[in-house]
């Protein structure tokens, strides 16, 4: 079956008050419009549109960066649902095949309830995703006849008997592309909004003889998203849902509630999370390794039996081998530690290498910036840095090197050498009474002035 994708993403978000288009508010990280995509993805479409309206310049570049292939289409003015699919149709002009029709702010749509979706395409011609929902309150209820949609009754417009139906509308539905733009063009606006709105289109299936039916999806999917309360409420789906996903797949979490996943986070089976924390895109984390309490990590990738934390921090381009420690109040960017190695204490490794089995002593930093351009720092394997070096790159340290702790490292060091690089220390008897007694007669004074 050929499949292409129409997603509704044109709308303001009034209630967001935001000057962010409101389909690329982050859930997990990412805007929510990447969630409907990957949703629709799951079934292989051959063309994806995106209808953008308000902020349509941001839309398109966010979309380009989910997929590029997607084609983003404008509609000038928001004048309905019906209006907004319909804006897609010089875009799909000759395609023969189904399309789907999803909502950029309604982001949980499962895979598998689209695939469903299309199966019963077998057997009628237009399919209506609905609900039951706990609460019907205004949403429109679909109103059934054995597997036959009879119509959708907007609830302002329902009886005593219809407001007490509990299925309802979700606004997602299937169909042959040719038929569904056909009905489409037949929808009036003769309403109290004057708008077009694509659930006109059942009842003009169902007059020119076609079957149209609804299945039935958990109503958690169909969660819309409208102000900042949905939004925090749909990250506390998204987390939920995948926070199971990896107790699933045997990973330890000893706190699951209070550790927030990104989209794309990937843990591997075995892993131990502990509490708070925090993961950014881009984290792979392997089987085996272990993340202490209350770390961040983000754009990073954590190897095989490898521990970080606790409070530590991984920046993008931090390249984590097997076995090795990255500890506490530990900051990473842009570097790769080496299997076996150690950064353990309150200590900045950016723009560098370390080698294997190497030890990184408290408090060193590597001085990587200039203030203009950054510089790589280069540590060999077996090498020992001392407490509260600073390497000033760009800077070599040899295999099997030792630096002294306190030292400013700016000339390379070659293999097995020791390199000191600190003031000589003075010791001047009697000096420190004098000068507490200077100190303190000068607080003296300003005390008595203040008076």
Do not use: W
């Not at 407001?163 to 509308?169: D, E, G, I, P, Q």
């Not at 003889?209 to 958990?218: E, F, P, Q, R």
């Not at 987390?239 to 706190?255: C, K, P, V, Y």
């Not at 190695?341 to 089995?357: C, F, M």
């Amino acid at each position: 079956m050929r499949i292409a994708l129409v997603i509704l993403a044109a709308g303001k978000g009034t209630r967001m008050n935001s000057d962010l288009p409101k389909v690329l508010h982050p859930i997990g990280q990412v805007p929510m419009l990447a969630h409907a995509m990957q949703s629709g993805g799951a079934v292989s479409p051959e063309r994806t549109v995106i209808v953008a309206g308000h902020g349509a310049d941001q839309v398109a570049r966010a979309v380009e960066e989910i997929d590029e292939t997607a084609q983003v289409v404008l509609q000038e003015e928001q004048l309905g649902t019906a209006h907004a699919v319909d804006q897609a149709r010089a875009a799909l002009e000759g395609f023969d095949g189904d399309v789907v029709v999803l909502y950029g702010d309604t982001p949980f749509i499962r895979p598998e309830t689209l695939e469903r979706m299309l199966a019963a395409r077998a057997q009628h011609d237009l399919v209506i995703l609905g609900f039951d929902a706990a609460d019907p309150a205004r949403y429109g209820r679909l109103v059934m006849q054995g597997d036959q949609l009879e119509r959708i009754v907007e609830y302002k417009d329902a009886s005593d008997e219809e407001r007490a139906l509990s299925f309802c509308n979700s606004g997602i539905m299937t169909g042959d592309a040719r038929a569904l733009f056909d009905l489409i063009s037949r929808v009036g606006n003769d309403n109290a909004s004057g708008e077009y709105y694509l659930t006109d289109v059942v009842e003009l299936a169902r007059d020119s003889g076609l079957s149209v039916t609804a299945i039935a999806c958990d109503e958690e999917e169909t969660l819309g998203i409208n102000s900042r309360a949905d939004l925090a409420a749909a990250e506390a789906v998204f987390q939920n849902r995948a926070r199971a996903e990896l107790l699933e797949t045997g990973i330890t979490m000893t706190a699951p509630d209070t550790v927030h996943l990104a989209f794309d986070t990937v843990i591997g089976r075995d892993a131990l999370i502990e509490p708070n924390v925090v993961f950014g895109p881009g984290v792979t984390v392997e089987s085996g390794a272990t993340i202490r309490a209350f770390s961040h990590l983000e754009g990073c990738h954590v190897s095989r039996g490898a521990v970080v934390g606790p409070y530590a921090r991984l920046r993008p381009g931090a390249e984590l081998a097997e076995d090795c420690h990255v500890g506490n109040f530990v900051e990473i960017k842009n570097a790769t530690i080496a299997e076996g190695a150690k950064v353990n204490h309150l200590s900045y490794i950016g723009d560098a290498s370390i080698g294997a089995g190497s030890n990184i002593g408290a408090g060193t930093i590597t001085c990587n910036y200039d203030g203009v351009m950054k510089h790589h720092t280069e540590i060999g394997k077996r090498v020992f840095i001392g407490s509260n070096t600073m390497l000033v790159a760009p800077v070599t340290v040899g295999d099997g090197a030792m630096t002294a702790s306190g030292s400013v490292i700016t000339r390379n060091v070659e293999s097995e050498a020791l390199a000191i690089a600190r003031a000589k220390q003075e010791n001047k008897p009697g000096h420190a009474r004098k000068l507490f007694d200077l100190l303190k007669a000068k607080a003296a004074k300003r005390a008595m002035e203040a008076k």
